[in-house]
């Protein structure tokens, strides 16, 4: 036999012992793998703020929000039609932010306030959010403030930008102020 034969008997032990290894890795990182599940993306590991201040929020009235339509909100520099600073911070492979919401708004002489607020993903084809709205539709003596919030929603984002749809209805000098409290990775 010669010493190529060996090397190659060699190699070819050591090749079978490599593609065993591999197949060991392949079953252990099929546990570990996440389904493709077309039209979802996995948030496995979710952030959530404890700081000591309060997170930043963004007033969409002082920020001149249009109403009625879907506008883009996303971090300093980008292409949204409305940047807010605390996206800033956001890893760039975050697929959804936390988001908490609170406002208060003057009824008219009805007594009527009916506010709507609907998230979706930006240059979603979405023309209204069936998940991550918040809808207030309330009678109360007329012309007083009422003020409301709601739990925090989970919204996907793209490139750490949303679209985001509001609209008083009803209500006068609305003020809404949505609040970066968490976000999934």
């Known amino acids: 036999m010669s010493e190529y034969t060996l090397f190659e008997n060699d190699l070819l032990t050591l090749n079978g012992y490599l593609a065993s290894i591999a197949?060991?890795?392949?079953?252990?990182e099929g546990v570990r793998r996440e389904p493709e599940v077309d039209g979802y993306v996995s948030a496995l590991h979710p952030f959530f703020y404890n700081g000591a201040a309060v997170p930043q929020e963004f007033n969409l009235n002082s920020?001149?929000?249009t109403q009625g339509?879907?506008?883009?909100i996303g971090p300093t520099g980008s292409s949204a039609d409305h940047e807010?600073?605390?996206?800033?911070?956001?890893?760039?492979?975050?697929?959804?932010?936390?988001?908490?919401n609170t406002?208060?708004?003057?009824?008219?002489?009805?007594?009527?306030?009916?506010?709507?607020?609907s998230f979706r993903p930006t240059d979603s084809s979405w023309t209204a959010s069936p998940v991550a709205s918040m809808y207030y539709d309330i009678t109360v003596p007329n012309s007083s403030v009422q003020r409301?919030?709601?739990a925090p929603r989970w919204v996907p984002i793209t490139d750490r930008c949303f679209d985001i749809y509001w609209d008083d209805?009803?209500?006068?000098s609305p003020d809404f102020f949505i609040?970066?409290?968490?976000?999934a990775l």
């Open 179 to 183: 609040a970066l409290v968490g976000f």
């Open 23 to 28: 197949r060991r890795l392949d079953s252990i």
């Open 69 to 72: 339509v879907f506008r883009s």
């Open 103 to 117: 406002g208060r708004a003057t009824a008219d002489a009805s007594g009527n306030i009916d506010l709507i607020i």
């Open 63 to 65: 920020n001149s929000v």
């Open 148 to 150: 409301f919030s709601s």
């Open 169 to 172: 209805g009803a209500a006068s």
């Open 84 to 100: 807010w600073h605390a996206l800033d911070a956001l890893p760039e492979d975050a697929v959804a932010v936390y988001l908490g």
